[in-house]
């Protein structure tokens, strides 16, 4: 298995400086300090650097802390699926060491080398129900990464966006799709473009500003029904952290939301494609979506990404209730490990 990011940045005498600000930053560099790594800089995208300073050090652009530095090694400390974003990082890693640490999009815990070894034995149980070879090499290149914060792991096993459609994962003309975390609407307009007919839409979106953007957005679409509710293992009120975008997150904040589970939402009806991208809460949905897959085995697309365990977690929440899904793995244009996706059919 590779060497592990934080071990190596503790032996490392080029200066460390973190490319981004914001919440990733934040996390990034709590995990620096418990682990007594120290950072000497902080620079942000030629278009974003104003003058304040963060966590104590003044905002700089890459060429100013290049001119002062020299040789360096830079974090990466956000996440973009934009290409523009893409290519600079790109050009960075080019120059400077660059490094992206995988720090958990919510909950605790680190994939780190000790968590491999301590999860060994049921990574290796879910490496070999993967059912083709790029779900295999996507799964083992996404621990390399995590590991070792190393771009061309990810980069090595990134695919088309269209490669499961066209392949493993083909939509029918007769699907009753459930959308859960919705967003603006995005992923219902690319689900209506690649099926000429379908049964039913339901949307699900727990951020009330995001949740009017998606009302608005399909308006125009028929036999579509969207809800403003979080998703989750139970039926309730309970916080919710109103982010108004992505990255709102169950069970933070000080406004209160609704939850509810996909068998209340649905109430007996059947659906045929569930897509999950719920910042975090896809284990618990799948536990209130238990009578769901039970009575009706719909393909489902969950995000893998949000928690440490997910990789672990999600297939065998799944699989518990049955066990006759094929599972498949994809990775998609994004930096860190976002955009990864575990596929049940």
Do not use: Q
């Amino acid at each position: 298995m590779e060497w592990e990011l934080w071990k190596y940045l503790k032996t490392v005498k080029k200066p460390i400086v973190l490319y981004g600000m914001g919440n990733g930053a934040d996390k990034i560099i709590k995990v620096l300090k418990e682990r007594g790594i120290p950072f000497d800089g902080v620079f942000a995208s030629d278009g974003f650097v104003r003058d304040k300073t963060f966590h104590g050090f003044k905002i700089s652009s890459y060429a100013e802390l290049k001119e002062r530095f020299g040789s360096m090694a830079v974090l990466l400390c956000f996440g973009s699926a934009r290409d523009e974003v893409l290519e600079n990082i790109k050009r960075i890693s080019a120059e400077d060491e660059l490094y992206a640490p995988d720090v958990p999009v919510i909950g605790g815990g680190m994939f780190d080398e000790e968590y491999y070894y301590n999860n060994k034995s049921d990574l290796d149980k879910v490496y070999e129900l993967l059912a083709d070879e790029l779900s295999k090499k996507t799964f083992i290149n996404t621990i390399k990464y995590k590991i070792s914060g190393k771009l061309n792991y990810l980069y090595d096993c990134e695919t088309d966006f269209d490669e499961p459609y066209d392949s493993f994962f083909k939509l029918s003309e007769d699907e009753s799709f459930l959308d859960l975390g919705a967003y603006n609407g995005d992923t219902v307009r690319d689900f209506i473009s690649r099926t000429a007919n379908y049964k039913k839409i339901t949307a699900a979106e727990g951020d009330a500003k995001t949740f009017k953007k998606l009302a608005a957005g399909v308006e125009k679409y028929e036999n579509i029904k969207c809800y403003n509710y979080c998703i989750s293992n139970f039926c309730g009120k309970a916080p919710f952290g109103m982010k108004h975008a992505r990255g709102s997150a169950a069970f933070t904040g000080e406004t209160l939301a609704e939850y509810i589970t996909v068998d209340a939402l649905l109430d007996g009806e059947e659906v045929t494609y569930i897509k999950m991208d719920i910042e975090g809460e896809e284990k618990n949905a799948i536990a209130g979506a238990k009578e769901t897959i039970l009575k009706y085995r719909p393909k489902i697309l969950t995000a893998c990404y949000h928690r440490t365990e997910d990789l672990i977690s999600l297939p065998r929440a799944v699989l518990d209730i049955r066990d006759d899904y094929k599972i498949y793995m994809r990775h998609f244009k994004s930096l860190p490990a976002w955009d990864t996706n575990y596929y049940f059919v």
